[in-house]
């Protein structure tokens, strides 16, 4: 399977390591903060620990991947809204592979992350919200 990943997309070894980090750390994040809201923490307060606990562990490079905590931060984000959204874990296996394709195609579109990483998460958000409540 991920032979034929990289055949299709035609990215390089380092571009295909980063977008498995990638992938590791918007599972991390998403799966942190879910399940702080599952034990009844408040969603904001989750998200933000967990995004500072990301930038604590990853700081500017973490496994020589310097997106780590931005990637983090923005999985929380995700994990704030999907509980009413999404019923199993398949869809949220979805909404995770989505929002990793996303992150991975917007990286180089903005450079900076004040709104780009809630936009990211909306957007997957909505997208599966959509495509899952449409009978």
Do not use: D
Not at 35 to 49: G, K, P
Not at 83 to 98: C, F
Not at 103 to 108: G, L
Not at 112 to 117: V, Y
């Amino acid at each position: 399977m991920i032979i034929i990943w990289r055949t299709l997309i035609k990215v390089s070894k380092i571009e295909f390591i980063e977008s498995i980090y990638t992938l590791i750390f918007t599972c991390l994040g998403f799966y942190s903060t879910y399940f702080l809201i599952e034990m009844n923490y408040n969603s904001i307060l989750s998200s933000a620990l967990i995004g500072f606990s990301g930038c604590l562990l990853c700081g500017k490079k973490c496994l020589n991947y310097k997106l780590g905590s931005e990637v983090i931060y923005c999985s929380s984000f995700a994990a704030i809204g999907v509980k009413e959204i999404l019923n199993s874990h398949v869809e949220i296996s979805i909404l995770l592979i989505l929002l990793t394709v996303v992150f991975i195609t917007s990286k180089n579109v903005y450079r900076g992350f004040g709104g780009k990483l809630g936009t990211i998460a909306f957007i997957t958000t909505y997208i599966i919200g959509s495509v899952l409540s449409f009978p």
